[in-house]
């Protein structure tokens, strides 16, 4: 069973009151529902069963909590801002087992957030929140203490690299060789995670899809020769009948 922080403050907060009935309770939804880091897939069907609503009522409380989100490039998934601060795990300091997950939740979600670093990201989606309790769960505009000063906090940018499992993952889910994202894992992390030239590697992922997601590496799918057969005379008739033969 996972626990989650709540601010009570909330409550008086000028932001969350002025939501609707069913804005707040999706808030406190995704909030209870998020990953560590604060990222979840987006699945109006389930919520609304979940909660008890319909989906054009979940789609509508989504429209009010939007200044309080950030939605993927693929439109699939959701970044809660704030939430890292809220459940007080701000700064990130990757000696922390806890915070060590957060980190690799980033690297799993960056594809589709375009994400080249981590803290930059966090840092970013709580500035981009103007509200006094930005996504409605942490006192202060962004990264401040709640009376208007800003503090930013001091956090290392090393880079986090992936597990195996990981990388295998992202090849299988992209259509290429399991055997050839071990052979990438393996050429990178005996280097410490850089390249051939000695450069340190700052997005993995974009250095697998660079230099290893190449045809040759792609899971070669089996035909049978009789349905070769058959497919390739079709193409044939195809052919033959757009030169009128």
Sequence with gaps: MAYRL??????????FTKLKPMEKLLFNYLTDNCDIAGFIELNIKRWASDIGTDKRIIEGALKGLQRGLIYSNTNDCI??????????NLPINEKNLAHVGILRRFTLYS????ITNPIEFIEAGCKGVQSPLG????IGN???NGNGEDKKPKINKKFI??????VKLYFKENGYNEQMAVKAFNSYNVADWHDSKGKQVLNWKQKMINVWFTEENRIKVYEDPVDKTIRELKELRERDKKNGN
């Design 135 to 138: 996504i409605g769960i942490s």
């Design 6 to 15: 709540t601010n009570t403050d909330k409550w008086g907060d000028a932001w």
């Design 142 to 144: 962004g990264l401040s």
């Design 111 to 114: 594809y589709k957030f375009n």
């Design 79 to 88: 970044y809660l801002r704030n939430f890292l601060k809220h459940q007080k």
């Design 161 to 166: 690299p992936p597990s195996l499992d990981e």
